[in-house]
């Protein structure tokens, strides 16, 4: 028996065939979970329908998670077609192109609401919409970076939202903990995506990054897909609230300065 036989997962966040949901998407469905999806919003559609189609997902729905009513439509469809969840992924996250360059104290009052609204609070308000179909034993996963801790140049607001991320990712783990649910992060490595290419300065950030992490190799969406498996399953069964590193190391280095 496959490690997710039986639990239903909902997969937020595939944009196209390198968004880091999609690895996740794919990883459930191999160990044995019936994976839905949902998209930020029609314009995605043309994409996502043929990917989800591919893993067998027959739930593929919309949902701008900036609108309660979008959140509590897609909530209630979900509840009709699965009955309960056991799995839901958090892998959403958007700031303004402006926001992710210069000095951070250019940030907007608008840009820092924005970027705080999609990438931080959308997963608050998705746990309280899905509270009531998620089943014991059931797991939540956001994805964030290290840019939360340390400082990343141009990462910016997304920076502090990762912060507010990951603080959520905390409380929620202790209001869910009675309820036999687990919530966690994983902090990964840079990788190449939609979101990732807004970030300026992004491409040398990642060519260096292979370099001198330890394991000397980008992260793919291969390897998150497998740890969101772990962090979803029972293997997991008694991790909650943190954030575990899918980075090859990189945390662990006190200089990223290659000795000579
Ligand atoms: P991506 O562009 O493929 O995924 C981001 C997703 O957020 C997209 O599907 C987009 O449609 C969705 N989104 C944006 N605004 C939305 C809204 N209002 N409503 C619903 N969905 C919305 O890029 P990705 O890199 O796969 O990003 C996924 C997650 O991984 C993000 O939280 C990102 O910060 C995080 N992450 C990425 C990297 C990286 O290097 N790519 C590293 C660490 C963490």
Redesign the pocket.
Known sequence: MSLLTGKNALV?????K??????IAQALHAHGASVGL????PV?ERR?RPLGESIGADFIE??????DA?IAAVAQKAGEHFGQIDILI?????ANRDELQGPYYHTSREGFHMAL???AY?LVALAGAFQPILRRGGALV??????SEKVAPNYNV?GV??AA?EASVRYLAYDFGPQGIRVNA??????????????SG?KSL?RHFAEVTPLKQN?T?ED?GNTAVFLCSELSSQVTGQVIYVDGGYNILATTEIPQ
């Open positions: 937020f966040g595939v944009a196209n390198r968004s880091i949901a999609w690895g949902s998209y930020a919003g995605l996502v919309p949902c701008d998670v900036t609108d979008a958090h892998s959403i996250a958007h609204d999609i990438s959308s956001a994805l964030t970076y290290y840019g997304m939202a990762k991320l994983i902090s990964a490595g840079p990788i190449r995506t939609l979101a990732a290419a807004g970030v992004f990642y992260i969406i998150v």
